[in-house]
């Protein structure tokens, strides 16, 4: 389950990589890659809580589920700042980006057994 998790977040990734490079060039994020984002995202979370509520996950697992939460929740302020047709502030964007880079290694030690 949380190999799927961590194939999820991974495409999810590739369009955050996106994204990020339309802010960079201080243009709008087109809305569809946004949603899928967003959407890539919260399957992923789902993934793992459902792991965690059914299965169990180790505190290394746990520990990625806490700051992919933290992750998602800077989302949802960029998301905002989206929908008033802004463009996000890049110290915010990166730091969105690297809360969810250190989740994801975190849960892919997790996943491999480094943690």
């Given at each position: 389950?949380?190999?799927?998790?961590?194939?999820?977040?991974?495409?999810?990734?590739?369009?955050?990589?996106?994204?990020?490079?339309?802010?960079?060039?201080?243009?709008?994020?087109?809305?569809?890659?946004?949603?899928?984002?967003?959407?890539?995202?919260?399957?992923?979370?789902?993934?793992?809580?459902y792991?965690?509520?059914?299965?169990?996950?180790?505190?290394?697992?746990?520990?990625?589920?806490?700051?992919?939460?933290?992750?998602?929740?800077?989302?949802?302020?960029?998301?905002?700042?989206?929908?008033?047709?802004?463009?996000?502030?890049?110290?915010?964007?990166?730091?969105?980006?690297?809360?969810?880079?250190?989740?994801?290694?975190?849960?892919?030690?997790?996943?491999t057994?480094?943690?």
């Amino acid at each position: 389950m949380l190999t799927y998790a961590l194939i999820i977040f991974a495409i999810g990734a590739l369009g955050g990589l996106y994204l990020a490079s339309h802010v960079l060039r201080e243009k709008l994020a087109p809305w569809p890659v946004s949603l899928l984002h967003a959407a890539l995202g919260a399957i992923g979370l789902l993934l793992v809580i459902y792991a965690a509520l059914t299965h169990g996950i180790s505190h290394a697992a746990l520990t990625a589920l806490i700051i992919l939460i933290v992750a998602a929740l800077g989302g949802f302020y960029l998301a905002s700042i989206h929908l008033r047709s802004a463009i996000a502030p890049k110290p915010v964007v990166f730091v969105h980006a690297g809360v969810a880079i250190i989740g994801f290694l975190t849960l892919l030690g997790a996943v491999t057994g480094i943690f």
